[in-house]
C-alpha cells in the first residue's frame, strides 16, 4: 500500500549531482526525475534544502525523518518543561526557543501530516495537544502572511508558551461542563499575564514572543482580556495566534463541546464557511488573516474524515497544491462493511472514480483504534 503514497523528503546536499535512489515527485504528483538519473534540482534558498516527493516505502532511501514521532516528542518536552518551570524547577529560556525551532522543523518538513494528525489522535494532555495544534495553525498563517523565518519560529513558541502558567487548569477545563466558577474565571483572566512573568522569570525571550503571549485574548472590537486592546493596538503575532488559538479549539472536542468541523455545504463558499466555523467570535478576529488561514487550509484540511459516493469512510491526508476543489489523497479506512480496513486504499477522486459526498467527522462518536500514521505514508 505504501508505494501508491507519496510523502515529503529534504534532500540531503551530498544527493545533488549524485544518481537519484528512487523515483521523485513534485508535490502535485507530476514526475521529476527517474530513479538513477542525476539529481541536479537546486534548494530555493541556500539554507533551507529541497524538498520533494517519493513513494512512502523508498522514502528512507533518502531520510529517516519521522515527524509524527517528532511531534509525539514535542507534545512530550511541552508537558515536561511547562510542569518543571510552574513547580520553580531548572528550566532555560532556550529549552522553550529549541523547542519552538524544533516544531517549524516539522511543520517545515510535512505540514500535512503534522496538522491531519494532531486532529485525529489526543497524543498527549489536552493542554498540550491545543498549544502544539495552535502552533501549527498559526505557522500555517505566519507563512501565508509572509513573516520571515524568525518570526514564524517566535508566533509558534508563543503559541507553545501561551498558556504555560496554567497548563493544568486548562486540562481541567477540557473535563469541564458549563460556566467556569468565580476562582476560576479570575484565574483564566489572569492566565495571559502569569504566562509572560513566568516566560520573563526563565530568561530572555523576544519582544514579538512576550507581546503574541500577552495580547492572545485580546479582540479587534475591545472585548478582550487583560486589556481590552483594539485593533491596531494588538500586535500582528498576537492576532495571529487569537485565531490560531480558537481556530485549534473549535477544531477540537471537549467534555459539552463537539467539534466545528468542515460541512460540505459552508465548504462551497469560503465567506459561508468562516461564519460556520468562527460563529460569534468572527467580529472579534481580525477578518483579512481569519480568511488567509481558511484559504491555506483549503476546502478539505487534512485530517478531514468523508464519505465517499462508495459508501467507504475516508480521511483526506494532503491538499492539493494551489488549492483545487478536491483533495490530492483521500484515503478510506473503513469499507462498505462498516469494518475497519487492515491497509488504507488511495481513492481517485473525480466524475469517472469516486465523490466525497460530505463530512463525515459527526458520524463516529469516537474514531476507531487505526494506525494513522499510513494515512501519510508512515510506519509506527
Do not use: K
Not at 511547562?82 to 522543523?105: I, S
Not at 485565531?243 to 465567506?271: C, E, F, K, M, N
Not at 485530517?303 to 465517499?308: D, E, I, P, Q
Amino acid at each position: 500500500m505504501l508505494s501508491t503514497i507519496l510523502r515529503p523528503v529534504a534532500l540531503p546536499p551530498d544527493l545533488i549531482g549524485q544518481p537519484a535512489p528512487c523515483d521523485l515527485f513534485d508535490a502535485r504528483g507530476t514526475l521529476l526525475l527517474r530513479q538513477g538519473a542525476n539529481i541536479s534540482l537546486r534548494a530555493e534558498t541556500p539554507h533551507r534544502p529541497c524538498t520533494v516527493f517519493c513513494e512512502a516505502e523508498q522514502a528512507e532511501r533518502i531520510s529517516p525523518a519521522d515527524p509524527i514521532g517528532r511531534l509525539r516528542e514535542i507534545g512530550m518536552a511541552l508537558g515536561q518543561l511547562a510542569d518543571t518551570a510552574v513547580q520553580g524547577g531548572v528550566v532555560e529560556a532556550e529549552d522553550f526557543r529549541d523547542l519552538a525551532r524544533c516544531t517549524y522543523e516539522v511543520w517545515q518538513l510535512d505540514a500535512d501530516v503534522c496538522l491531519g494528525y494532531v486532529r485525529l489522535v489526543q497524543f498527549d494532555r489536552a493542554s498540550v495537544c491545543h498549544a502544539v495544534h495552535a502552533a501549527l495553525l498559526v505557522a500555517e498563517l505566519a507563512t501565508a502572511n509572509g513573516l520571515p523565518d524568525h518570526m514564524v519560529v517566535e508566533v509558534m513558541g508563543a503559541a507553545l508558551t501561551m498558556n504555560l502558567a496554567s497548563m493544568g487548569l486548562h486540562d481541567d477545563m477540557a473535563d469541564f461542563v458549563g460556566a467556569p466558577d468565580v476562582t476560576t474565571r479570575e484565574a483564566l483572566d489572569a492566565h495571559p499575564g502569569d504566562s509572560v512573568a513566568l516566560l520573563v522569570e526563565l530568561g530572555d525571550f523576544p519582544a514579538n514572543w512576550l507581546a503574541a503571549v500577552a495580547q492572545h485574548h485580546e479582540n479587534i472590537d475591545g472585548s478582550g482580556y487583560p486589556l481590552g486592546l483594539r485593533r491596531g493596538e494588538i500586535t500582528l503575532a498576537a492576532r495571529m495566534l487569537r485565531i490560531a488559538d480558537v481556530l485549534a479549539a473549535r477544531l477540537s472536542s471537549r467534555r459539552g463541546r463537539t467539534p466545528r468541523h468542515w460541512g460540505l455545504y459552508q465548504a462551497r463558499d469560503v465567506a459561508h464557511l468562516i461564519e460556520h466555523v468562527f460563529g460569534a467570535d468572527l467580529g472579534q478576529l481580525d477578518p483579512t488573516l481569519v480568511r488567509l488561514v481558511m484559504s491555506r487550509l483549503g476546502t478539505f484540511p487534512p485530517g478531514s474524515l468523508v464519505r465517499l459516493s462508495n459508501g467507504e469512510l475516508a480521511v483526506v491526508s494532503r491538499r492539493r497544491a494551489g488549492q483545487g476543489p478536491t483533495p490530492r489523497d483521500v484515503l478510506s479506512f473503513i469499507g462498505t462493511h462498516g469494518r475497519p480496513l487492515e491497509t488504507p486504499r488511495l481513492r481517485q477522486i473525480g466524475p469517472r472514480d469516486v465523490r466525497i459526498q460530505g463530512y463525515a467527522h459527526d458520524e463516529l462518536p469516537r474514531l476507531p483504534a487505526y494506525e494513522w500514521p499510513q494515512m501519510w505514508g508512515y510506519r509506527h
